[in-house]
């Protein structure tokens, strides 16, 4: 949040812009920062309207008239996005998986993770590439994951950034093979 202008931050680097992808792309990667995400958007809604509209390709038109309901449906976006990963986060503690037992100071972790599995798993040989789930990978490999990847993936596919949206679904679809069958 360097770039937000909050208090105790230098309002000479103050950039809402940045700021918010960057919280938004640490939502992704599983940093729990919902409801400053949300509050943080309210409060600099005229700059960050615009690009949400524009990157949600939402139809509707910003101005004076909308404000409530743009800011009504990135609350509701934001919600959605907390809901679904309590319950993907529920469901890898349900069934005992490593993502489960990462508490919110550890949760940064998941993010370094799917990064690694981006950039450097998917190149490996099939059995680095084994040994790198078993050993290297647990705190992604369940629904907190997945979520994660899905979030990656929706943002890659409304920039057009058609290799990142390559890389996320064979991920998930990886992941998703290992919780059906562990890959034995």
């Given at each position: 949040?360097?770039?937000?202008?909050?208090?105790?931050?230098?309002?000479?680097?103050?950039?809402?812009?940045?700021?918010?992808n960057?919280?938004?792309?640490?939502?992704?990667?599983?940093?729990?920062?919902?409801?400053?995400?949300?509050?943080?958007f309210?409060?600099?809604?005229?700059?960050l309207?615009?690009?949400?509209?524009?990157?949600?390709?939402?139809?509707?038109?910003?101005?004076s008239?909308?404000?409530?309901?743009?800011?009504?449906?990135?609350?509701?976006y934001?919600?959605?996005?907390?809901?679904?990963?309590?319950?993907?986060?529920?469901?890898?503690?349900?069934?005992?998986?490593p993502?489960?037992f990462?508490n919110?100071?550890?949760?940064?972790?998941?993010?370094?993770?799917?990064?690694?599995?981006?950039?450097?798993?998917?190149?490996?040989?099939?059995q680095?590439?084994?040994?790198s789930?078993?050993?290297?990978?647990?705190?992604i490999?369940?629904?907190t994951?997945?979520w994660?990847?899905?979030?990656?993936?929706e943002?890659?596919?409304?920039?057009?950034?058609?290799?990142?949206?390559?890389?996320t679904?064979?991920?998930?679809?990886?992941?998703?093979?290992?919780?059906?069958?562990?890959?034995?």
């Amino acid at each position: 949040m360097l770039y937000s202008g909050n208090e105790g931050r230098p309002q000479e680097l103050k950039n809402p812009e940045k700021a918010y992808n960057w919280l938004m792309k640490g939502i992704f990667s599983g940093c729990t920062m919902f409801d400053e995400a949300m509050e943080y958007f309210k409060t600099n809604y005229a700059i960050l309207a615009p690009i949400y509209v524009g990157g949600k390709k939402l139809p509707i038109e910003v101005k004076s008239e909308t404000e409530n309901d743009i800011k009504n449906m990135h609350d509701a976006y934001i919600k959605e996005m907390k809901t679904t990963f309590s319950t993907a986060l529920g469901k890898d503690r349900m069934y005992h998986r490593p993502c489960g037992f990462l508490n919110d100071q550890q949760i940064w972790m998941l993010g370094i993770q799917i990064e690694f599995m981006l950039t450097n798993v998917l190149r490996f040989s099939h059995q680095d590439f084994l040994k790198s789930l078993k050993i290297d990978l647990g705190p992604i490999l369940g629904d907190t994951g997945i979520w994660s990847l899905k979030c990656i993936q929706e943002q890659a596919k409304e920039q057009g950034d058609k290799e990142l949206k390559k890389k996320t679904q064979v991920a998930i679809e990886m992941i998703e093979k290992y919780l059906e069958t562990s890959l034995g």
